[in-house]
């Protein structure tokens, strides 16, 4: 599958961004998404994923009630609606697919994504 994030840019503290991830070939409804960011100087850091039906939803502690993620298989979209926006959310955000049948309570790392998309980037002016 192959991924492609958009809808980043430069946001005032407490606005709101909706980012949207295309998804290209005929499976998408066989993996996990999730949304990764990775500010400069820092590794990447998981933010949300989403299961497959887009039933269920983990998120990492710091964007949790902020931030939600959604899917639409039927267009293979995935979204980020990120909301009460802090200076400290600003990265580059990356979408990302799991093959796996479940999704699980726990973030996951990096590694164990298995394609990802372009970045994109978010800025958060105080």
């Known amino acids: 599958v192959q991924l492609q994030a958009s809808g980043g840019g430069l946001v005032q503290a407490g606005g709101s961004l909706r980012l949207s991830c295309a998804a290209s070939g005929r499976t998408f409804n066989d993996y996990i998404m999730g949304w990764f960011r990775q500010a400069p100087g820092k590794e990447r850091e998981f933010v949300a994923a989403?299961?497959?039906?887009?039933?269920?939803?983990t998120y990492a502690d710091s964007v949790k009630g902020r931030f939600t993620i959604s899917r639409d298989n039927a267009e293979k979209m995935a979204y980020l609606q990120m909301n009460s926006l802090k200076r400290e959310d600003t990265a580059v955000y990356y979408c990302?697919?799991?093959?796996?049948?479940?999704?699980?309570?726990?973030?996951?790392?990096?590694?164990?994504?298995?394609?990802w998309g372009g970045g994109t980037q978010v800025t958060v002016s105080s």
């Open positions: 990302a697919a799991k093959r796996s049948s479940y999704i699980r309570s726990r973030i996951y790392t990096a590694a164990e994504m298995d394609y």
């Open positions: 989403i299961s497959r039906a887009g039933s269920s939803m």
